[in-house]
Protein backbone atom coordinates (compact mmCIF):
# COMPACT_ATOMS: atom_id res chain seq x y z
CA UNK A 1 0.00 0.00 0.00
CA UNK A 2 2.69 2.31 1.13
CA UNK A 3 4.67 1.52 -2.47
CA UNK A 4 1.88 1.99 -4.24
CA UNK A 5 0.99 5.81 -2.83
CA UNK A 6 4.60 6.37 -3.35
CA UNK A 7 4.26 5.38 -7.01
CA UNK A 8 1.01 7.44 -7.53
CA UNK A 9 3.16 10.53 -6.34
CA UNK A 10 5.77 9.75 -8.55
CA UNK A 11 3.86 9.32 -11.37
CA UNK A 12 2.39 12.75 -10.86
CA UNK A 13 5.73 14.43 -10.69
CA UNK A 14 7.69 16.18 -13.69
CA UNK A 15 10.82 16.13 -12.40
CA UNK A 16 14.77 14.63 -13.34
CA UNK A 17 15.75 11.53 -12.27
CA UNK A 18 17.64 12.70 -9.41
CA UNK A 19 14.91 14.74 -7.47
CA UNK A 20 12.42 11.52 -7.87
CA UNK A 21 14.64 9.39 -6.48
CA UNK A 22 15.40 11.53 -3.82
CA UNK A 23 11.68 11.92 -2.89
CA UNK A 24 11.08 8.48 -3.15
CA UNK A 25 13.66 7.66 -0.43
CA UNK A 26 12.55 10.48 1.62
CA UNK A 27 8.74 9.41 1.36
CA UNK A 28 9.68 5.92 2.19
CA UNK A 29 11.72 7.41 5.16
CA UNK A 30 8.83 9.42 6.40
CA UNK A 31 5.01 7.83 5.45
CA UNK A 32 4.70 4.97 8.41
CA UNK A 33 2.34 2.03 7.34
CA UNK A 34 1.52 0.22 10.17
CA UNK A 35 -0.30 -3.56 9.84
CA UNK A 36 -3.57 -2.60 10.29
CA UNK A 37 -3.59 0.84 8.24
CA UNK A 38 -4.66 1.01 4.49
CA UNK A 39 -5.03 2.76 1.31
CA UNK A 40 -7.57 5.63 2.83
CA UNK A 41 -5.62 6.00 6.25
CA UNK A 42 -2.83 6.92 3.90
CA UNK A 43 -4.75 9.40 1.77
CA UNK A 44 -6.49 10.39 5.13
CA UNK A 45 -2.81 11.29 6.81
CA UNK A 46 -1.17 12.92 3.60
CA UNK A 47 -3.59 13.81 1.04
CA UNK A 48 -4.01 12.50 -2.12
CA UNK A 49 -0.92 11.44 -4.27
CA UNK A 50 -1.58 14.40 -6.92
CA UNK A 51 -1.72 17.30 -4.51
CA UNK A 52 1.28 15.47 -2.74
CA UNK A 53 3.10 15.64 -6.22
CA UNK A 54 2.15 19.27 -6.48
CA UNK A 55 3.38 20.62 -3.90
CA UNK A 56 6.64 19.10 -4.28
CA UNK A 57 6.87 20.49 -7.82
CA UNK A 58 5.39 23.58 -6.63
CA UNK A 59 8.37 24.42 -3.77
CA UNK A 60 10.75 22.64 -6.16
CA UNK A 61 10.14 25.62 -8.52
CA UNK A 62 9.09 23.29 -11.02
CA UNK A 63 6.60 25.60 -13.64
CA UNK A 64 2.92 24.09 -13.49
CA UNK A 65 2.43 25.51 -17.11
CA UNK A 66 4.36 23.99 -19.94
CA UNK A 67 4.83 26.08 -23.48
CA UNK A 68 6.92 23.27 -25.06
CA UNK A 69 5.11 20.14 -27.58
CA UNK A 70 4.55 17.32 -26.08
CA UNK A 71 4.66 14.24 -29.00
CA UNK A 72 3.20 11.55 -27.17
CA UNK A 73 1.17 8.17 -26.86
CA UNK A 74 -0.81 9.76 -24.08
CA UNK A 75 -1.46 13.01 -22.90
CA UNK A 76 -2.48 12.21 -19.39
CA UNK A 77 -1.28 14.02 -16.29
CA UNK A 78 0.44 10.58 -14.84
CA UNK A 79 3.39 9.17 -16.55
CA UNK A 80 3.68 5.65 -16.56
CA UNK A 81 7.11 3.80 -17.05
CA UNK A 82 7.57 -0.06 -16.70
CA UNK A 83 11.08 -2.04 -17.89
CA UNK A 84 11.22 -5.64 -17.84
CA UNK A 85 14.15 -7.14 -15.28
CA UNK A 86 15.15 -8.99 -18.16
CA UNK A 87 17.82 -8.05 -20.56
CA UNK A 88 19.27 -8.80 -23.72
CA UNK A 89 22.62 -7.63 -24.13
CA UNK A 90 21.82 -5.10 -21.31
CA UNK A 91 18.55 -3.98 -23.07
CA UNK A 92 15.70 -3.98 -21.23
CA UNK A 93 13.18 -6.54 -23.42
CA UNK A 94 10.20 -4.56 -22.63
CA UNK A 95 10.27 -0.98 -21.78
CA UNK A 96 7.69 1.60 -21.70
CA UNK A 97 7.39 5.16 -20.85
CA UNK A 98 5.04 7.71 -21.74
CA UNK A 99 2.43 10.33 -20.84
CA UNK A 100 2.92 13.22 -18.19
CA UNK A 101 2.20 16.71 -18.40
CA UNK A 102 5.22 17.73 -19.51
CA UNK A 103 8.54 16.50 -21.59
CA UNK A 104 8.41 13.33 -24.03
CA UNK A 105 9.29 10.11 -22.32
CA UNK A 106 11.83 7.67 -24.20
CA UNK A 107 10.92 4.23 -24.41
CA UNK A 108 14.44 2.06 -25.39
CA UNK A 109 14.02 -1.57 -25.64
CA UNK A 110 13.54 -5.03 -27.58
CA UNK A 111 10.30 -3.86 -27.55
CA UNK A 112 9.94 -0.61 -26.93
CA UNK A 113 6.31 1.49 -25.93
CA UNK A 114 6.87 5.26 -25.68
CA UNK A 115 6.00 8.95 -26.68
CA UNK A 116 9.36 8.72 -28.29
CA UNK A 117 10.67 5.47 -28.84
CA UNK A 118 13.90 2.90 -30.06
CA UNK A 119 13.79 -0.69 -30.36
CA UNK A 120 13.36 -3.65 -32.17
CA UNK A 121 9.92 -3.55 -31.77
CA UNK A 122 9.26 -0.31 -31.70
CA UNK A 123 5.67 1.95 -31.04
CA UNK A 124 6.11 5.49 -30.29
CA UNK A 125 4.88 8.95 -31.19
CA UNK A 126 7.94 9.45 -33.31
CA UNK A 127 9.29 5.68 -33.39
CA UNK A 128 12.54 3.98 -34.69
CA UNK A 129 13.32 0.33 -34.89
CA UNK A 130 13.32 -2.57 -37.87
CA UNK A 131 10.24 -2.33 -37.20
CA UNK A 132 8.64 0.55 -36.55
CA UNK A 133 5.02 2.25 -35.65
CA UNK A 134 4.59 5.37 -34.95
CA UNK A 135 2.98 9.52 -35.52
CA UNK A 136 6.48 9.58 -37.16
CA UNK A 137 8.19 6.75 -38.01
CA UNK A 138 11.66 5.07 -39.03
CA UNK A 139 12.76 1.39 -39.63
CA UNK A 140 13.31 -1.11 -41.85
CA UNK A 141 9.37 -1.56 -41.51
CA UNK A 142 7.74 0.92 -41.17
CA UNK A 143 4.48 2.30 -40.75
CA UNK A 144 2.94 5.24 -39.58
CA UNK A 145 1.46 8.55 -40.23
CA UNK A 146 4.74 9.77 -41.77
CA UNK A 147 7.03 6.48 -42.18
CA UNK A 148 10.54 6.67 -43.86
CA UNK A 149 11.60 2.61 -44.67
CA UNK A 150 13.05 -0.17 -46.40
CA UNK A 151 9.64 -0.88 -46.57
CA UNK A 152 7.25 2.01 -45.74
CA UNK A 153 3.66 2.16 -45.32
CA UNK A 154 1.99 5.59 -44.27
CA UNK A 155 0.36 8.63 -45.58
CA UNK A 156 3.40 9.87 -46.46
CA UNK A 157 5.66 7.60 -46.87
CA UNK A 158 9.31 7.16 -48.16
CA UNK A 159 11.62 4.12 -48.99
CA UNK A 160 12.75 1.33 -51.33
CA UNK A 161 9.06 0.38 -50.81
CA UNK A 162 6.76 2.54 -50.17
CA UNK A 163 2.97 2.33 -49.97
CA UNK A 164 1.08 5.35 -49.09
CA UNK A 165 -1.53 8.30 -49.80
CA UNK A 166 1.41 10.37 -51.10
CA UNK A 167 4.92 7.85 -51.47
CA UNK A 168 7.96 7.95 -52.74
CA UNK A 169 10.12 4.78 -53.21
CA UNK A 170 13.50 3.56 -54.96
CA UNK A 171 12.29 0.41 -56.31
CA UNK A 172 7.98 0.56 -55.84
CA UNK A 173 5.78 3.30 -55.00
CA UNK A 174 1.94 2.12 -54.30
CA UNK A 175 0.13 5.37 -54.02
CA UNK A 176 -3.27 7.84 -53.91
CA UNK A 177 -2.39 11.39 -55.62
CA UNK A 178 1.42 11.74 -56.68
CA UNK A 179 4.00 9.25 -58.45
CA UNK A 180 7.35 10.38 -56.99
CA UNK A 181 8.91 6.60 -58.61
CA UNK A 182 12.64 7.35 -59.23
CA UNK B 1 0.91 38.66 -5.38
CA UNK B 2 0.77 34.80 -4.79
CA UNK B 3 4.39 34.96 -5.78
CA UNK B 4 5.61 37.40 -3.72
CA UNK B 5 3.84 35.47 -0.71
CA UNK B 6 5.32 32.16 -1.89
CA UNK B 7 9.32 33.20 -1.83
CA UNK B 8 8.74 35.02 1.56
CA UNK B 9 7.25 31.63 2.64
CA UNK B 10 10.15 29.44 1.52
CA UNK B 11 12.67 32.40 2.67
CA UNK B 12 11.09 32.17 5.86
CA UNK B 13 11.02 28.27 6.31
CA UNK B 14 14.53 27.93 5.22
CA UNK B 15 15.59 29.99 8.06
CA UNK B 16 13.23 28.33 10.76
CA UNK B 17 14.51 24.85 9.61
CA UNK B 18 18.61 25.87 9.81
CA UNK B 19 17.25 27.48 13.41
CA UNK B 20 15.67 24.46 14.33
CA UNK B 21 19.22 21.97 13.59
CA UNK B 22 20.98 24.96 15.21
CA UNK B 23 19.07 23.38 18.56
CA UNK B 24 19.99 19.67 17.65
CA UNK B 25 20.16 16.99 14.67
CA UNK B 26 16.87 16.10 13.43
CA UNK B 27 14.16 14.05 11.14
CA UNK B 28 11.76 15.00 8.76
CA UNK B 29 8.79 13.90 10.94
CA UNK B 30 9.83 16.15 14.07
CA UNK B 31 11.10 19.08 12.29
CA UNK B 32 7.46 19.13 10.96
CA UNK B 33 5.84 18.47 14.62
CA UNK B 34 8.14 21.05 16.10
CA UNK B 35 7.55 23.88 13.34
CA UNK B 36 3.68 23.53 14.18
CA UNK B 37 4.82 23.20 17.83
CA UNK B 38 6.70 26.58 17.67
CA UNK B 39 5.07 28.68 15.54
CA UNK B 40 1.58 27.98 17.63
CA UNK B 41 0.16 26.24 14.26
CA UNK B 42 0.75 29.17 11.50
CA UNK B 43 3.76 26.40 9.81
CA UNK B 44 1.85 23.22 9.44
CA UNK B 45 3.62 21.39 6.82
CA UNK B 46 3.30 19.15 4.62
CA UNK B 47 6.04 16.81 3.25
CA UNK B 48 6.04 18.47 -0.13
CA UNK B 49 6.95 21.49 1.78
CA UNK B 50 9.31 20.60 3.93
CA UNK B 51 11.70 18.44 1.52
CA UNK B 52 12.47 20.72 -0.99
CA UNK B 53 13.71 23.44 1.32
CA UNK B 54 15.88 20.57 3.04
CA UNK B 55 17.08 19.63 -0.52
CA UNK B 56 17.89 23.50 -1.25
CA UNK B 57 19.95 23.78 1.93
CA UNK B 58 21.56 20.58 1.17
CA UNK B 59 22.50 21.38 -2.01
CA UNK B 60 23.77 24.81 -0.71
CA UNK B 61 26.01 23.12 2.14
CA UNK B 62 24.59 24.79 4.60
CA UNK B 63 23.00 21.23 5.71
CA UNK B 64 24.05 17.47 5.95
CA UNK B 65 22.54 14.29 6.02
CA UNK B 66 23.15 11.22 7.45
CA UNK B 67 21.57 7.65 8.27
CA UNK B 68 21.05 6.58 12.22
CA UNK B 69 19.34 3.53 13.40
CA UNK B 70 17.12 4.40 16.35
CA UNK B 71 16.62 1.56 18.32
CA UNK B 72 15.41 -1.99 18.68
CA UNK B 73 11.32 -1.19 18.00
CA UNK B 74 12.46 0.29 14.30
CA UNK B 75 14.77 -1.59 12.30
CA UNK B 76 14.54 1.31 9.43
CA UNK B 77 17.29 3.94 10.20
CA UNK B 78 16.05 7.44 10.16
CA UNK B 79 17.50 9.76 7.93
CA UNK B 80 18.82 12.98 10.11
CA UNK B 81 19.24 16.31 9.22
CA UNK B 82 22.51 18.31 10.95
CA UNK B 83 23.56 21.72 10.11
CA UNK B 84 26.85 22.73 8.77
CA UNK B 85 29.82 25.23 9.90
CA UNK B 86 28.90 26.73 6.38
CA UNK B 87 25.05 26.75 7.45
CA UNK B 88 25.98 27.91 11.19
CA UNK B 89 27.33 30.77 9.12
CA UNK B 90 24.93 31.88 7.07
CA UNK B 91 22.13 31.38 9.27
CA UNK B 92 23.91 33.99 11.70
CA UNK B 93 24.13 36.41 8.48
CA UNK B 94 20.51 35.70 6.81
CA UNK B 95 19.25 36.84 10.75
CA UNK B 96 21.53 39.94 10.86
CA UNK B 97 20.04 41.10 7.40
CA UNK B 98 16.34 39.62 8.23
CA UNK B 99 16.42 41.64 11.46
CA UNK B 100 17.44 44.79 9.92
CA UNK B 101 14.99 43.80 6.95
CA UNK B 102 12.03 43.35 9.08
CA UNK B 103 12.76 46.46 11.17
CA UNK B 104 12.58 48.83 7.99
CA UNK B 105 10.13 46.93 6.72
CA UNK B 106 7.95 47.61 10.06
CA UNK B 107 8.80 51.04 9.81
CA UNK B 108 7.12 51.97 7.31
CA UNK B 109 4.49 49.67 7.52
CA UNK B 110 3.59 51.82 11.70
CA UNK B 111 4.15 54.77 10.11
CA UNK B 112 0.88 55.82 10.47
CA UNK B 113 0.66 55.10 13.58
CA UNK B 114 3.69 56.96 14.49
CA UNK B 115 2.29 59.35 13.09
CA UNK B 116 5.55 59.83 10.24
CA UNK B 117 5.27 61.17 6.64
CA UNK B 118 1.35 61.51 6.65
Do not use: C
Amino acid sequence: MKEKYINEVLSFLEADRKTKKRVKEDLNEIIEFKTDDTYETLLKRHGDPESMAKDFMENLDIPDEYYGITIGLSRRKRSFEYKSKRKIMGIPLLHVNMGGRYKNKVAKGIVAIGDISFGIISIGGISVGLISLGGISAGLLAIGGVSAGLLSIGVISVGFMAIGIISKSVYYALHLFSSLNI
Amino acid sequence: MADIRKQIKKGLLEIAVLDLLLEDDSYGYVIIQKLKEYSDGIFDLKEGTLYPILYRLEDSKYIESYWKTMNELRSKPRKYYKITNEGRKVFSEILEDYNFITGGLNSILNRRKEGKGV
